[in-house]
């Protein structure tokens, strides 16, 4: 293959420059590793990847695969051009007719010389020859004029041999050219070592973090996808609660319509037959001859029937006037009651588990630490209680729970009195009891969130104390656990819950609450009780 073949085979299309670092997608086709990132970075948020060549598309972002053979053929190949360009860049200087490429340079003649004028040029010492060079006359001093042998090594500088006897480098330490640059290429090639033990460390770094994206990208995309399930279920089930709703006020609508329909007919009869009786009665209150309104019946005939003993229709005066209050508000009270269930329901859509049932273990509270008889408080006391000393019990002001988790998704809340110090959070029940390595957040067993006397708050695990940047105003905290995610949250209960911090790690043993109060010298009677 020619070379200008090769060039381009060797091309980046995206960069169009000699690959660097090249890698694989799943189509075959190769790209630079910083330019392929940054066309699928660009691509992030569209939810399809594609390869810039041939468009064939991805519906996750697809691996990078160094592709090593690649990387050595296009470093071979940029080593060969430089060869070629630093041989071809420099001519003999007495192949004057056509240019000839020099192999060496005699920095005595201050010529550069092909092969054939390099056979017959002299041999004596004070003709030294050296790579071909354009700048020959960097290798002679400025001063002196004359070649550069030695280099001093308190100066850092290239001397001459007259140099070396002058004042400001007499007495130096020096070495010839050769010792000082195999010295100096010795030093080189450790940094070299070191830069690619750096390099390689990279590497992985960058290939764990791909890894920890990948794996981020998918948990939140399953989150997402459990998120809208719970959501459109929850919209389903208003929906359908609304539509029974308004089915069932609809239909005590209609019933209550036609009922007050009958009655107001009912009255309109009644009504007509009441403005007979009047216009008769004006009637024969109008007429002057006495006999006519005489021989009419009596007059109580013509009176209201309700006033006689009540109307057989309408029920007399027994029938209280209809407000439309017969609405039956029990079914709709009881879908109601439907809904805030459906609503209170979310909450176990989120986490799977009811609050932790969490029991304080009284084996394991230190003596300066009151137990409540639910075991749900503990209490700083300077009472030292008359407990046996074990291997179990803390000696430090702390007590675990009972109850250790191996599985699963739980949460507990605890309630804090304040003012003083104190600690809570989660550890293995292998955590040591004495010294003070055992207080949780001091050792690689234990995570743990603090409030400090200056009323400041951090999280700590294995000695190591990050600070929180916000106060927390409330005196409720909630910690949730995901054993299987390896994820231990510390949550603030206000209005609304704010999130504080989360641990991550790979849980190998039982996870046990543990509570910590200062000694009651400096708390007083502080407590923590843990929230039913």
């Given amino acids: 293959m020619a070379s200008a073949d090769l060039r381009d085979e060797l091309l980046c299309s995206i960069c169009l420059s000699t690959f660097k670092d090249p890698v694989t997608l799943r189509c075959g086709h190769d790209f630079c590793w910083v330019c392929i990132e940054r066309v699928l970075d660009t691509q992030d948020g569209s939810g399809v990847y594609s390869c810039p060549d041939c468009r064939k598309r991805f519906q996750e972002r697809p691996t990078l695969m160094r592709n090593i053979n690649l990387h050595n053929v296009a470093e071979r190949f940029l080593i060969t ?24 340079s005699c920095l005595h003649c201050e010529a550069s010389l092909c092969d054939k004028h390099l056979r017959v040029h002299s041999k004596s010492p004070e003709h030294v020859l050296s790579d071909p060079s354009t700048s020959l006359e960097k290798r002679k001093c400025s001063v002196h004029k004359k070649i550069l042998e030695y280099y001093c090594t308190e100066d850092a500088a290239c001397i001459c041999v007259s140099c070396r006897l002058a004042r400001e480098h007499r007495g130096h330490q020096v070495e010839t050219l050769d010792e000082a640059s195999k010295k100096k290429k010795n030093k080189l090639r450790n940094v070299l070592q070191k830069l690619i033990t750096k ?60 009922s007050l329909s009958a009655l107001i007919h009912q009255l309109e009869i009644k009504k007509d037959e009441l403005s007979r009786k009047m216009r008769h009665i004006e009637e024969l209150c109008n007429m002057t001859d006495p006999l ?3 021989q009419e019946p009596d007059t109580g005939d013509l009176c209201d029937p309700e006033e006689e003993g009540g109307d057989e229709d309408t029920g007399g005066h027994d029938e ?6 017969d609405l039956d508000v029990a079914v709709i009270s009881h879908t109601l009651h439907t809904l805030c269930e459906v609503i209170s329901g979310i909450r176990s859509g989120i986490y799977e588990e009811d609050p932790a049932d969490i029991l304080l273990d009284v084996t394991t509270a230190a003596n300066n630490l009151l137990i409540s008889d639910d075991l749900k408080t503990a209490t700083g006391t300077e009472e030292k209680q008359k407990r046996p000393e074990t291997a179990e019990r803390f000696q430090c002001n702390q007590v675990m729970s009972r109850r250790g988790f191996t599985s699963g998704r739980h949460y507990w809340d605890v309630e804090i009195s304040r003012p003083g110090w104190w600690r809570v959070g989660m550890c293995y029940p292998s ?7 055992s207080l949780i957040g001091e050792n690689n067993k234990s995570w743990s969130l603090e409030r400090s006397y200056h009323n400041q708050y951090s999280v700590r695990h294995d000695s190591k104390e990050i600070r929180l940047p916000d106060k927390i105003c409330s005196d ?25 911090h989360t641990f991550t790690a790979a849980f190998s043993e039982p996870l046990h609450a543990v509570l910590h109060i200062d000694h009651p010298l400096f708390c007083g009677d502080d407590w923590i009780r843990i929230c039913s």
Avoid: N, W
């Avoid at 070629?84 to 020099?102: F, R, W």
């Avoid at 709703?245 to 036609?258: F, G, M, T």
């Avoid at 955590?431 to 390595?437: E, K, L, M, P």
């Fill in 81 to 104: 051009q430089q060869e070629k360009e630093e041989i071809t860049g420099i001519c003999c200087t007495y192949c004057v007719d056509s240019p000839v490429p020099a192999v060496r």
């Fill in 199 to 258: 390099r390689k460390e990279t590497e992985e770094r960058v290939r764990s973090l791909e890894e920890c994206k990948r794996k981020a990208q998918e948990k939140a995309g399953g989150e997402a996808e459990r998120v809208t399930a719970l959501c459109t279920d929850i919209r389903r089930r208003v929906d359908d609660l609304e539509k029974k709703l308004l089915s069932e006020i609809s239909r005590q609508e209609k019933e209550e319509s036609l």
């Fill in 292 to 294: 006519t309104v005489l």
């Fill in 320 to 325: 209280q006037p209809h407000d439309g209050d």
């Fill in 431 to 437: 955590i040591v009891r004495r010294g003070d390595q």
């Fill in 476 to 500: 409720r905290v909630r910690i949730c656990l995901d054993y299987e995610v390896g994820q231990l949250s510390f949550y603030e209960l206000c209005d609304p819950i704010r999130h504080l």
